[in-house]
């Protein structure tokens, strides 16, 4: 398949999920960017780190990356290796619409999250044969043979639940070796957590002991992103997710920090491409 140039503002998912094989033989630059989507990297080869939300993983043959939905990250290449990936874009819809009281699809990525990695890596026997239903997996989608479509969601939905039953069972496969700046990283966690909260960079420098250009240059280095742009992105996302489910545009904005609703309108608007009574 074609490689796939992400952009710092990646677009929306209109399938339920999709499956690239992707090889680099030449190192790429890539933005740092986010998507409207999880993101489940299996990788194959080269010498790669990712950097996701100001952690950095370093990836070994057949690890597993998990990229949850609105965080920024970026992968640096080095070397002339081919980088090769099996990269799957997973709807949050399509996990919630095949998910059961006991049985939610997205846990792998949640666990992620609990346990402070998005690396898994699994043991030879058990990544060898869920490799195996990838490599299926990319058989059907490219044969064209009957139900080709149902077949390639079975052997997806059965891939997820093999990994999220594995990751319950053996939360130590989240490895956590991740290179990062613990103060950057718990500022990141506080402004996900405080979107509504008083975010201005005197509050932030008073809140974590940092002076306020020795803090934004970090944040620079860490993130990909200035401390402003950051926020500002995070609070668009957070208040475009409020209202998919339905909660009023104004009533979104001032939950997501924003004082002034007509700096919002035009915020999403410049991000999102469209107004915030477009997204209902």
């Known amino acids: 398949m074609e490689e796939i140039r992400e952009t710092v503002k990646s677009g929306y998912l209109m399938e339920k ?16 960017h986010y998507h409207d989507f999880h993101k489940l990297i299996w990788f194959i ?11 950095t993983y370093k990836l070994e043959p057949h690890d ?8 920024i990250h970026k992968p640096f290449i080095n ?15 399509y996990l919630e619409e095949h998910s ?7 846990l792998c990525f949640k666990m992620s999250e609990r346990e402070g990695s998005g690396v898994i890596r699994l043991s030879p026997t058990v990544g060898r044969t869920m490799f195996e239903t990838i490599k299926l997996l990319e058989t059907v989608e490219n044969d064209g043979q009957y139900a080709s479509q149902m077949y390639s ?10 990994l999220n039953r594995y990751c319950i069972g053996n939360p130590e496969v989240f490895h956590k070796t991740a290179r990062y700046d613990k103060k950057i990283v718990e500022m990141i966690h506080y402004i996900n957590e405080n979107l509504s909260r008083d975010l201005t960079i005197e509050a932030l420098s008073a809140r974590f002991y940092l002076s306020k250009y020795h803090m934004m240059r970090k944040f620079k280095e ?27 545009a104004t009533a979104a904005s001032v939950e997501c920090g924003f004082k002034d609703y007509s700096t919002f309108s035009r915020a999403y608007k410049k991000l999102l491409g469209q107004l915030p009574s477009d997204s209902y």
Do not use: W
């Not at 990909?224 to 339905?246: D, F, T, W």
């Open 17 to 32: 999920f999709r499956l690239f094989h992707l090889r680099d033989s030449l190192p790429g630059e890539y933005a740092y």
């Open 45 to 55: 080869s080269g010498r790669v780190e990712y950097h996701v939300e100001g952690k």
């Open 64 to 71: 597993i990356l998990l990229v949850k939905r609105g965080e």
């Open 79 to 93: 070397g002339e290796d081919v980088y090769e990936r099996y990269v799957f874009y997973i709807s949050c819809e």
């Open 100 to 106: 059961e009281p006991e049985g939610n699809l997205d």
């Open 153 to 162: 969601r079975i052997l997806f939905l059965k891939l997820l639940i093999e």
């Open 222 to 248: 860490e993130t990909g992103y200035s401390m402003h742009q950051y926020i500002l992105e995070k609070r668009i996302l957070a208040a475009r997710n409020l209202i998919l489910v339905g909660t009023p």
